[in-house]
């Protein structure tokens, strides 16, 4: 997730119809046979022909794993519980008839599983906690910090110090719940990156991957799982949009799309995006976004100013002209975007990483963790939420309000957010799996009372096409961690 100042003003001329185009159903259809995994029974395919994004039969069986998809979360009093009907019911239904599994059944199936998907090393869906012992998880990309001005004192030495050593062996609980939050958003994009094709749904690349990762996190209630609703914006939408119920968006071919995925351990997020692109011809784009966030993983580190960080990013991105469809754009960054500290269960905290230079001469400090992400436009470089969009992403204020509730529903609504959600983002998606349905009154008296905030999605100019990249960093006492760097990006 992104952080964005003054996301309701200038709602005006963009249009936001990216949410609600009518798919004709023959096309996808058409489509289908790319859709997924090659289909291995006909029988089956044709029985499952109804649904949208079918070819999931196939996926029915890969995501299958030791649990029902839905989590411990529909085992305890989510008496509610209700598979959504339509279009991703597949998986569901047939997770629900396998339940009664044995371990033994899930390793063959696995193996089938990824025997069609052609990739025979990859142990996916198996939590990340049962890969590694005693919590032995990947250690981020360490980078050394760079020399601040003034005061080179703060910067050197780090590594050997015996006081920062012994600081940072303190915090190594809180190292590993983050690289295990890491390994299950790598494992997740990388399976992602492969699955994803053109005529899929969004719904249905969101659900996948959502279940995946749900999957990999082990998500138990509050103590693990998915941080914020997967974002998949496109085009020239930069953030915030994932698909609600009923959306029939399709991920086309010529579709710049942003998988913002955000994984956590007892709150600890990792918060990191990606840019997915089918035609070559937004490569430079893609390139000038993923170094300008490569600079500014570099830029930061303790006793840094935000501002220089900023200019350093600005730099870097206006440094690169692409050409698309004959027009030359020098690439911008989406100014008022930016990246963020983050706290336990806290995605935005105090703090904001400028991807322009600007006044902000607040510095890093050791211990903190942040997002660092840049996004590059080929439009005016601001992006704004639209007058008549329909909001998916929300999330309960961190200041808590003490205000009387006269309504019921509302009440019921703010306990189930309490007890699934925290103060981590979700979308209506996530309301509908937990059984809530007709929420939508409630849900807007808890932004009217300011209990909750809605996320709109965040476009630039009709035409523009935007590209993200984000990765989260610790600022270790005794060098910086990349904590969800992966072999992709
Ligand atoms: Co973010």
């Not at 599994?101 to 193996?111: H, L, N, W």
């Not at 050997?160 to 939050?181: C, F, G, T």
């Not at 939408?237 to 799309?257: K, L, Q």
């Not at 957010?417 to 939508?440: E, P």
């Amino acid at each position: 997730m992104v952080n964005e100042d003054n996301h309701f003003l200038e709602a005006k001329e963009i249009d936001s119809k990216v949410f609600l185009e009518p798919v004709d159903e023959k096309i996808l259809n058409e489509n289908e046979p790319n859709n997924c995994i090659p289909v291995r029974k006909q029988r089956k395919k044709k029985k499952k022909k109804k649904g949208i994004g079918t070819g999931t039969d196939e996926l029915g069986s890969l995501l299958q794993s030791n649990e029902k998809v839905g989590s411990h979360e529909s085992d305890k009093s989510q008496e509610g519980y209700a598979p959504k009907p339509a279009t991703d019911c597949v998986i569901k239904k047939r997770n629900k008839k396998r339940k009664k599994k044995t371990s033994s059944d899930v390793k063959i199936e696995e193996k089938e599983s990824t025997s069609v998907e052609n990739d025979k090393t990859v142990p996916l869906f198996i939590p990340v906690k049962q890969l590694f012992s005693d919590s032995d998880y990947p250690i981020g990309e360490i980078m050394e910090y760079p020399k601040v001005e003034l005061d080179s004192r703060t910067a050197i030495n780090r590594t050997s110090n015996a006081e920062k050593k012994a600081l940072d062996s303190a915090n190594i609980d809180m190292y590993k719940e983050l690289r295990q939050a890491a390994e299950a958003h790598r494992q997740t994009r990388k399976f992602m990156q492969k699955f994803i094709k053109p005529g899929m749904k969004m719904i249905y690349i969101c659900e996948i991957l959502e279940d995946i990762a749900r999957k990999l996190i082990d998500e138990k209630g509050l103590e693990a799982g998915l941080a914020f609703p997967t974002g998949c914006s496109l085009n020239n939408c930069a953030a915030h949009y994932t698909p609600n119920s009923g959306d029939n968006t399709v991920f086309e071919y010529d579709d710049v799309c942003k998988i913002d995925i955000g994984t956590h351990i007892n709150g600890r997020i990792i918060d990191s995006a990606f840019t997915m692109t089918f035609n070559s011809k937004y490569d430079k784009l893609l390139e000038a976004v993923r170094e300008a966030t490569n600079t500014g993983i570099k830029a930061a580190g303790i006793d840094v100013r935000l501002c220089d960080i900023g200019e350093q990013i600005q730099e870097v991105m206006e440094s690169y002209e692409v050409e698309i469809d004959g027009k030359t754009y020098q690439v911008k960054p989406i100014r008022n975007l930016s990246g963020h500290s983050i706290h336990p269960y806290r995605v935005h905290a105090d703090k904001n990483v400028p991807i322009t230079k600007n006044a902000d001469q607040t510095r890093m400090e050791e211990g903190e963790i942040y997002a660092i992400e840049t996004f590059g436009s080929t439009g005016r470089g601001y992006a704004v939420a639209t007058a008549d969009q329909e909001f998916s992403h929300y999330m309960k204020n961190y200041e808590t309000v003490n205000v009387p509730m006269r309504s019921t529903k509302s009440k019921q609504l703010l306990n189930v957010i309490n007890q699934n959600f925290g103060t981590l983002a979700f979308c209506r998606r996530w309301l509908d799996r937990l059984g809530q349905s007709k929420y939508l009154l409630s849900l807007n008296d808890l932004c009217q009372k300011g209990i909750v905030s809605p996320y709109p999605a965040l476009f630039d100019i009709k035409k523009s096409y935007s590209a993200q990249y984000e990765h989260t960093i610790i600022l270790r006492p005794t060098c910086k961690e990349v904590v969800s760097r992966g072999d992709d990006y």
